[in-house]
Structure formats: C-alpha cells, structure tokens
T-cell receptor, first 116, second 112 residues
Framework: AQKVTQAQTEISVVEKEDVTLDCVYE???????LFWYKQPPSGELVFLIR??????QNEISGRYSWNFQKSTSSFNFTITASQVVDSAVYFC?????????????FGPGTSLSVIP | NAGVTQTPKFRVLKTGQSMTLLCAQD?????MYWYRQDPGMGLRLIHY???????AKGEVPDGYNVSRLKKQNFLLGLESAAPSQTSVYFC???????????FGPGTRLTVT
C-alpha cells in the first residue's frame, strides 16, 4: 500500500539557517512519482517539484534542493539560507504506476517556522 | 484562466443538513480530486475522477458522494452532515496521471 511519512511535525529555525524536511515513502511499485507542495499561511497549495522513480539525480532550484534516495525510500527537501517567506506547511506526496497514477497520497505535512 | 475555483469559500451547517461543494476548472484537465485537510493529518483523499462520468473512492469516502457530469466540474455532496466532517476541503485537478496537481483555494466547512 502507498504511504508517506513526514516524521517532523513542526520545525523552527532562525533566518539564514539551513533546514531539511524529511519524507519517507512506502510503495510496492517500481514506477512512481514523488512530489513536494508548499502551503503558506494564506492556505493555497503550491507545487514545488515532481520526481519520477527512475530519476535519482538530486535537483537544485535556487535555495531549494531535493535528495532522492531509492535505497532508503526517502525524498528529502533542503532549504538553504532560510527566509521568513519560507514559513509554511510542506507536504510530500506519492502516486504509483499500478494505479495509473490516479491516486495521490499525501504525507501529514511538516510545519516550518522561520524566525527573523 | 481562473484555474481551479471552489464554491462556497465558507459554510456553517447544522448536523443532519445537506450541502454540495462545487469545484470548477477551466484547464481542460482530465483528473479531478477532493481532499479534506485536518490538523496533523495532512490531506486525505475523499473521492477522485479520471474523466467525465467517472468517479472513484479515495481513502476517506464515507459520508460523501461525488458527481462529474461535466468535465470541468466536480461536485462533492454531504447528504447528512456530521461534526466529524468539519474540515477544510480542497479540490484539485491535473492533466494526466503523473502530472502535478493544481489546487483550488479551499472551502472551510463547520458542522455544529
């Protein structure tokens, strides 16, 4: 069965610190997609990244980077030099080929507070 | 393009009342989803649709019904609201399987 775990419920960091948000997933499928979404205090959900299971290259986008490791079933998200605007709830999500990617299962989210 | 819109934005119901939440998208997406968001539980999938005229159950379908009579609309119905259905409801859509989802602004529902 699909499952996404985000063990960190809440994290607080001081501005300019680096922070890593953990995501561990479970799937019996060999082909799947992983996602990260951001939910700022305003409430909308914003897509950040998609990664398919065959692409284990790490990705960097500005201050954001993602580390995908199939060996540990993890897809961790790092924010470098955090800013107050990074304060949000971050969700990791999974969809599998065996369900034709129809279902998207979300983790419980990690609430990040960046303190000025 | 308006993207994904949800109607209403807020609603208060009494136990036993019924209501319908409307989700509309103007991106010609095939897939549409209804989620509920509760503190500490993230987003849980209620029902979804992979195309006009089709619907399927998600993780927490009990107490809800859905319909997708038109490709651009996905309706979520509560036949007899219960306090346990107090939540924020999000609708989402996407073009094909594997693509990212586009979310609506959410509907905050309170059942007293």
């Amino acid at each position: 069965a699909q499952k996404v775990t985000q063990a960190q419920t809440e994290i607080s960091v001081v501005e300019k610190e680096d922070v890593t948000l953990d995501c561990v997933y479970e799937t019996r499928d060999t082909t799947y997609y992983l996602f990260w979404y951001k939910q700022p205090p305003s409430g909308e959900l914003v897509f950040l990244i998609r990664r398919n299971s065959f692409d284990e290259q790490n990705e960097i986008s500005g201050r954001y980077s993602w580390n995908f490791q199939k060996s540990t079933s993890s897809f961790n998200f790092t924010i470098t030099a955090s800013q107050v605007v990074d304060s949000a709830v971050y969700f990791c999500a999974l969809s599998e080929a065996k369900t034709s990617y129809d279902k998207v299962i979300f983790g419980p989210g990690t609430s990040l507070s960046v303190i000025p | 393009n308006a993207g994904v819109t949800q109607t209403p934005k807020f609603r208060v119901l009494k136990t036993g009342q019924s209501m319908t939440l409307l989700c509309a998208q103007d991106m010609n997406h095939e897939y549409m989803y209804w989620y509920r968001q509760d503190p500490g539980m993230g987003l849980r999938l209620i029902h979804y649709s992979v195309g006009e005229g089709t619907t399927a159950k998600g993780e927490v379908p009990d107490g809800y019904n859905v319909s997708r009579l038109k490709k651009q609309n996905f309706l979520l119905g509560l036949e007899s609201a219960a306090p346990s259905q107090t939540s924020v409801y999000f609708c989402a859509s996407r073009w094909t399987g594997g693509d990212e989802q586009y979310f609506g602004p959410g509907t905050r529902l309170t059942v007293t």
